[in-house]
């Protein structure tokens, strides 16, 4: 549509009506040339693929942007900026590569875009960086649903309809302004409850490794936890321990006021990032609608290691045992996300995060960070668990940094007077064993001789069993009454 200027005739002021008419009309056919315009389309081209990593030149973008790239068939590819190199960016793909071809054009993804992956946006120049960072469904719609690291539906239970999004990455809260935690949350496990104790707000490691336990006592406390909502995020997991821990461990029960984010082991490291910020960012929607939340993430070893292979193709150096110094730097920056909101708000994140310590080593570095930023941590013994000792908790290697802000001083000596005639009687087990320990040479020990049946049977709980705070505190007083 073209549009004629008018034109000025100074020697005609009587037709100032007739030429503010033209200037309307002039205006007018304007404003509709721009509104059937077509804007320009903003595009890369792809020119590397290497390993993991894509390369594309072409195309200026922020680091922690989406993108999509188009395949000469009709498919795309979505992706995510993680860092550039002169006028070269670096991108990491969520799914498979297959069908990728030099030359592939690049270009930035809409928020609408991110989420309709059969619909194709165009970049607009004119959006803010921020509009173009990675959005994610949230909302009450996603309660009692199964999501994998991007937000789409993996029960089949059809479409989310969630109204809202938020970014997948968001800034902690200042720490001058999160309430300090001083509630109490029932875990509905008897040793967490008693000696453990766990504070709304708090964030808390569960130490363990292969085919300890783990799943199972995760399982026991999102299901006979006193929180009003359960967000579990299964971070690198094999496949099928997927499905049977929603179907056994979980059960309908839990899985009713609970939302679930999969990203399995095969799942590409993108997407395994992308999940445990996802879970911390549906966390973090129902805490600031005053909520009290258990974030449950199995495991941060996973998104350690997600973060390393992304890391290491983009040509960081190792550091530690071959994580780069970002994994470092990552943790942090997902672990403080959590935790209590703003004071009066009401809203919590207790959060339960798993560390897998590779040959029972409790210095692996992602275990030896993780306990440094972290607000305490439940270890699990494979000894224990070979015993039968259910839940395997290692009572002398746990501890909770913020039980003395929980329970009164008179239960505070009733779990240190536990763990030293508990810890008495194992460092002198083999004397008792072969009958070297004369009693009566240590008073102390002679009690926990006496008292261990009863202890170690306080220690034990089946997976079918709830324990409530009250009477795990009533138990406690009783054994030393």
Same mark, same amino acid.
């Given at each position: 549509?073209?549009?004629?200027?008018?034109?000025?005739?100074?020697?005609?002021?009587?037709?100032?009506?007739?030429?503010?008419?033209?200037?309307?009309?002039?205006?007018?056919?304007?404003? $509709?040339? =721009? #509104?059937?315009?077509?804007?320009? @389309?903003?595009?890369?081209?792809?020119?590397? !693929?290497? +390993? &993991? /990593?894509?390369?594309?030149?072409?195309?200026?973008?922020?680091?922690?942007?989406?993108?999509?790239?188009?395949?000469?068939?009709?498919?795309?590819?979505?992706? $995510?900026? =993680? #860092?550039?190199?002169?006028?070269? @960016?670096?991108?990491?793909?969520?799914?498979? !590569?297959? +069908? &990728? /071809?030099?030359?592939?054009?690049?270009?930035?993804?809409?928020?609408?875009?991110?989420?309709?992956?059969?619909?194709?946006?165009?970049?607009?120049?004119?959006?803010?960086?921020?509009?173009?960072?990675?959005?994610?469904?949230?909302?009450?719609?996603?309660?009692?649903?199964?999501?994998?690291?991007?937000?789409?539906?993996?029960?089949?239970?059809?479409?989310?309809?969630?109204?809202?999004?938020?970014?997948?990455?968001?800034?902690?809260?200042?720490?001058?302004?999160?309430?300090?935690?001083?509630?109490?949350?029932?875990?509905?496990?008897?040793?967490?409850?008693?000696?453990?104790?766990?504070?709304?707000?708090?964030?808390?490691?569960?130490?363990?490794?292969?085919?300890?336990?783990?799943?199972?006592?995760?399982?026991?406390?999102?299901?006979?936890?006193?929180?009003?909502?359960?967000?579990?995020?299964?971070?690198?997991?094999?496949?099928?321990?997927?499905?049977?821990?929603?179907?056994?461990?979980?059960?309908?029960?839990?899985?009713?006021?609970?939302?679930?984010?999969?990203?399995?082991?095969?799942?590409?490291?993108?997407?395994?990032?992308?999940?445990?910020?996802?879970?911390?960012?549906?966390?973090?929607?129902?805490?600031?609608?005053?909520?009290?939340?258990?974030?449950?993430?199995?495991?941060?070893?996973?998104?350690?290691?997600?973060?390393?292979?992304?890391?290491?193709?983009?040509?960081?150096?190792?550091?530690?045992?071959?994580?780069?110094?970002?994994?470092?730097?990552?943790?942090?920056?997902?672990?403080?996300?959590?935790?209590?909101?703003?004071?009066?708000?009401?809203?919590?994140?207790?959060?339960?995060?798993?560390?897998?310590?590779?040959?029972?080593?409790?210095?692996?570095?992602?275990?030896?960070?993780?306990?440094?930023?972290?607000?305490?941590?439940?270890?699990?013994?494979?000894?224990?668990?070979?015993?039968?000792?259910?839940?395997?908790?290692?009572?002398?290697?746990?501890?909770?940094?913020?039980?003395?802000?929980?329970?009164?001083?008179?239960?505070?000596?009733?779990?240190?007077?536990?763990?030293?005639?508990?810890?008495?009687?194992?460092?002198?087990?083999?004397?008792?064993?072969?009958?070297?320990?004369?009693?009566?040479?240590?008073?102390?020990?002679?009690?926990?001789?006496?008292?261990?049946?009863?202890?170690?049977?306080?220690?034990?709980?089946?997976?079918?069993?709830?324990?409530?705070?009250?009477?795990?505190?009533?138990?406690?007083?009783?054994?030393?009454?």
């Amino acid at each position: 549509m073209e549009a004629s200027k008018p034109s000025i005739d100074s020697a005609n002021p009587a037709g100032d009506s007739a030429l503010i008419a033209r200037w309307r009309k002039y205006l007018h056919n304007c404003t $509709e040339a =721009v #509104g059937t315009a077509h804007p320009w @389309l903003v595009a890369g081209r792809l020119t590397r !693929v290497a +390993g &993991l /990593v894509m390369e594309a030149v072409g195309i200026r973008l922020a680091v922690g942007s989406s993108c999509v790239v188009y395949l000469p068939d009709g498919h795309d590819v979505d992706a $995510e900026v =993680v #860092g550039f190199s002169g006028d070269k @960016l670096f991108l990491m793909p969520s799914a498979d !590569v297959y +069908g &990728l /071809v030099p030359g592939a054009r690049v270009v930035a993804a809409e928020p609408e875009r991110q989420h309709i992956p059969h619909i194709k946006v165009p970049f607009y120049p004119h959006r803010r960086t921020e509009d173009r960072v990675r959005q994610v469904p949230v909302g009450n719609e996603l309660l009692g649903r199964i999501l994998d690291g991007t937000g789409r539906p993996l029960d089949m239970l059809g479409p989310l309809n969630a109204e809202r999004r938020v970014p997948l990455q968001s800034r902690p809260i200042n720490p001058l302004n999160r309430a300090p935690i001083r509630d109490v949350l029932d875990v509905g496990v008897r040793a967490i409850n008693a000696l453990l104790t766990v504070g709304r707000g708090q964030r808390m490691g569960l130490f363990a490794g292969s085919g300890v336990g783990k799943s199972i006592l995760l399982g026991m406390m999102a299901r006979y936890t006193s929180a009003d909502v359960i967000v579990v995020g299964l971070i690198g997991e094999r496949g099928r321990e997927v499905k049977e821990f929603i179907e056994n461990i979980l059960g309908e029960e839990g899985l009713a006021r609970s939302v679930v984010v999969a990203a399995p082991a095969d799942a590409p490291p993108l997407q395994r990032l992308h999940g445990a910020s996802y879970a911390t960012a549906i966390a973090e929607f129902f805490r600031d609608e005053g909520k009290s939340v258990l974030l449950i993430m199995d495991s941060l070893t996973r998104y350690a290691m997600a973060q390393r292979e992304i890391a290491l193709a983009i040509g960081e150096p190792p550091a530690t045992k071959g994580y780069p110094p970002s994994v470092f730097a990552k943790l942090p920056q997902l672990v403080e996300r959590a935790g209590n909101g703003h004071p009066g708000s009401g809203g919590s994140i207790t959060a339960f995060y798993t560390v897998l310590t590779e040959g029972d080593d409790q210095q692996d570095p992602i275990a030896d960070s993780a306990r440094a930023i972290l607000d305490g941590h439940v270890v699990l013994s494979r000894a224990l668990s070979d015993q039968g000792h259910y839940p395997a908790i290692d009572i002398e290697a746990s501890i909770s940094r913020a039980i003395t802000e929980l329970i009164p001083l008179d239960e505070l000596d009733l779990v240190r007077r536990f763990k030293l005639l508990y810890s008495r009687f194992q460092r002198n087990r083999d004397l008792i064993n072969v009958g070297a320990y004369v009693r009566g040479s240590d008073p102390l020990l002679d009690q926990a001789i006496e008292m261990y049946p009863k202890l170690e049977a306080f220690l034990q709980q089946g997976m079918r069993q709830r324990e409530d705070y009250a009477s795990c505190r009533q138990q406690l007083a009783e054994l030393f009454s």
